[in-house]
């Protein structure tokens, strides 16, 4: 992982390959972690959206399939944190209170 070769020295593809998924998905296998690790996806989703953001002012340039995985990378981290913020809720008994379906 480390280099000091001047072709990979400044390799910015690490920001939306996020290699700290590897952390994650070992952490996730314990289930009384899991609810702890509700801040991870709401990291990644904003590192994603800032980077999305940011991709034009960067140094390097990427790939345009990046875009693509990025957004994919992003509603997936977003739809999870949302759905399990719902399904607290639902147990909680908080849920749909008042509204009409």
């Given at each position: 992982f480390i280099?000091?070769?001047?072709?990979?020295?400044?390799?910015?593809n690490l920001i939306w390959a996020l290699p700290t998924h590897f952390i994650f998905a070992f952490l996730w296998l314990f289930?009384?972690?899991?609810?702890?690790?509700?801040?991870y996806l709401k990291f990644t989703a904003a590192t994603l959206l800032l980077f999305l953001i940011s991709m034009i002012f960067l140094p390097q340039t990427f790939h345009w399939l990046v875009v693509p995985l990025c957004l994919i990378?992003?509603?997936r981290t977003?739809?999870?944190?949302f759905i399990r913020k719902f399904t607290d809720k639902m147990k909680r008994g908080n849920g749909l209170d008042g509204v009409k379906i």
């Amino acid at each position: 992982f480390i280099s000091s070769l001047e072709a990979t020295g400044w390799n910015l593809n690490l920001i939306w390959a996020l290699p700290t998924h590897f952390i994650f998905a070992f952490l996730w296998l314990f289930k009384p972690l899991r609810m702890r690790l509700s801040w991870y996806l709401k990291f990644t989703a904003a590192t994603l959206l800032l980077f999305l953001i940011s991709m034009i002012f960067l140094p390097q340039t990427f790939h345009w399939l990046v875009v693509p995985l990025c957004l994919i990378g992003l509603l997936r981290t977003g739809g999870m944190s949302f759905i399990r913020k719902f399904t607290d809720k639902m147990k909680r008994g908080n849920g749909l209170d008042g509204v009409k379906i």
